[in-house]
């Protein structure tokens, strides 16, 4: 703001010194300069404004204006470096002749600012790199899975690659008895240990096995976590013969793991949910040995063609069977798993077949159907003294 100076006054004090009539004196920041006995520079002092005491800070204001716009168009003729010509000094005579104002004169600064530029530039060139950290030292390679544990891993992957080994609850004391849970189509074992370490009894050793991933024709041929291929959900649906039976095999080799561990294949509930559901049931109808019963949640009976019309023949003719169903499963319909307990019905005995079917369940679990497992396993896996 322009601040105008009034006549003389009589006023006595520092408005009188400073000749600014009945204004107030001036602020800290004006007095600051002269309080501290600063000179300014005559190289800064460039247009030295008449408007009283404030022409101090005007004058360097615009200074270090002038000082700023050079340095940015220093960095900009550095960065997009501009040919000469004289057409601009041409063009500033004319704006000058025209009545605009002029170009602020050359500053005595603007050389230590191109000389601080130079001199960035120069040790930025030179600059001596810098050696690379050395990266840390390898980890020793794990250890290979060995005897057993290996003939497992590489089973459940088709004996090509090594898989993690199965998720575990191992039993509060000494194992007596085992349950073998199959996870359904893109899971893995994780979620139902952790559901059975809620419910688990003492004396017994649960086992939650991964799937190999493979692509799932149902899903485009995603690759995803399955214990065989699946073509489609309808009754008339093509089948994975082969990769059925080879996953059965491969459940086969866990079972024969915890018998040769001290569990008798009596005292081993073979269960699962959704494809693995399916699996267990498989499994068990075609095992060669007697297994302590079934547990096949919200599934369906796989190769149901393959089996004979009527009872069967096999070692586990009398075994009990779990089947547990919502009536509200989008992905298995109920429809399936009332046919597979009518089929189981007409193949093995009648009255070792149990068919639970939950209200608003969907394809998932609840507590009442994990409660009915938790009971089943303790009736069929009693422990021993």
Request: net charge positive.
């Amino acid at each position: 703001m322009r601040v105008k100076a009034t006549a003389k006054t009589t006023v006595v004090g520092k408005s009188q010194r400073y000749g600014l009539g009945s204004f107030r004196s001036p602020t800290k920041s004006q007095r600051k300069p002269r309080d501290l006995n600063w000179k300014l520079p005559e190289s800064l002092a460039i247009g030295r404004s008449e408007r009283g005491p404030q022409g101090f800070e005007f004058a360097a204001e615009r200074t270090r204006g002038s000082i700023t716009g050079a340095r940015t168009a220093l960095e900009r003729s550095f960065f997009f470096p501009a040919p000469v010509s004289t057409a601009a000094s041409a063009l500033s005579t004319e704006q000058q002749g025209s009545g605009t104002r002029a170009p602020p004169p050359p500053n005595p600064l603007l050389g230590r600012e191109a000389g601080l530029l130079s001199i960035l530039r120069l040790s930025s060139s030179n600059r001596v790199p810098v050696p690379p950290v050395s990266p840390p030292p390898a980890r020793p390679p794990r250890q290979r899975l060995t005897g057993r544990r290996e003939r497992i891993a590489q089973c459940m992957c088709g004996n090509t690659m090594s898989a993690p080994l199965p998720a575990i609850v191992p039993a509060a004391k000494k194992a007596t008895a085992a349950v073998i849970f199959l996870h359904g189509l893109g899971d893995t074992g994780h979620g139902w240990a952790e559901a059975f370490a809620g419910i688990r009894s003492p004396h017994v050793k649960y086992i939650c096995p991964h799937a190999p991933i493979m692509p799932v024709s149902l899903n485009m041929n995603m690759a995803m976590p399955s214990w065989f291929d699946i073509f489609g959900l309808a009754p008339d649906s093509q089948e994975d013969e082969a990769g059925i039976k080879q996953a059965s095999e491969n459940v086969n080799t866990l079972i024969e793991q915890e018998v040769r561990n001290g569990i008798p294949s009596n005292r081993i509930i073979l269960g699962g949910f959704s494809q693995g559901g399916a699996l267990s049931l498989y499994t068990a109808l075609t095992a060669q040995q007697k297994l302590g019963g079934v547990i096949a949640l919200s599934c369906w009976l796989p190769l149901r063609t393959s089996f004979p019309q009527g009872s069967i023949n096999c070692i586990n003719k009398d075994i009990s069977i779990l089947q547990c169903h919502g009536d509200r499963d989008p992905l298995v319909p109920l429809m399936f798993g009332s046919v597979t307990s009518e089929t189981l019905k007409k193949m093995l005995n009648p009255g070792n077949i149990a068919f639970k079917i939950y209200s608003g369940m969907m394809h998932s679990s609840c507590i009442e159907e994990m409660m009915d497992v938790k009971q089943f396993i303790d009736e069929h896996l009693p422990p021993i003294d």
